[in-house]
Nanobody, 124 residues
Framework: QVQLVESGGGLVQPGGSLRLSCAAS????????IGWFRQAPGKEREGVSC????????FYTDSVKGRFTISRDNAKKTVYLQMHNLKPEDTAVYFC?????????????????WGQGTQVTVSS
């Protein structure tokens, strides 16, 4: 099993940057695919980015390509989501999720473990 804790959210002006962290506890973090999801008020939770366990391949939803970067540090058991050029439509609660050895996916059902989320608000 793995436990996940997100941090790094906050209030930022449009065009600003934030770095979210997803810290894990438990064994064999390197086995886990990690996904970032977000949920805006009144909307479904959507997949934002994912990093694989096998070769650190990365995937992004179209709306964040070129602005967000996902990375992982297995020694620190942490995955990061660096967000640049933030827009008001990026406002949401951001969650990280983990699944052992699966392929990268933006389907919520693909992940067994979830963090509690961190709020990101983009507003002037």
């Amino acid at each position: 099993q793995v436990q996940l804790v997100e941090s790094g959210g906050g209030l930022v002006q449009p065009g600003g940057s934030l770095r979210l962290s997803c810290a894990a506890s438990g064994s064999r973090f390197d086995y886990y695919v990690i996904g970032w999801f977000r949920q805006a008020p009144g909307k479904e939770r959507e997949g934002v980015s994912c990093i694989s366990s096998s070769d650190d391949s990365t995937f992004y939803t179209d709306s964040v390509k070129g602005r967000f970067t996902i990375s992982r540090d297995n020694a620190k058991k942490t995955v990061y989501l660096q967000m640049h050029n933030l827009k008001p439509e990026d406002t949401a609660v951001y969650f990280c999720a983990a699944e052992a050895r699966g392929p990268c996916s933006f389907a919520r059902s693909a992940y067994a473990y979830w963090g509690q989320g961190t709020q990101v608000t983009v507003s002037s």
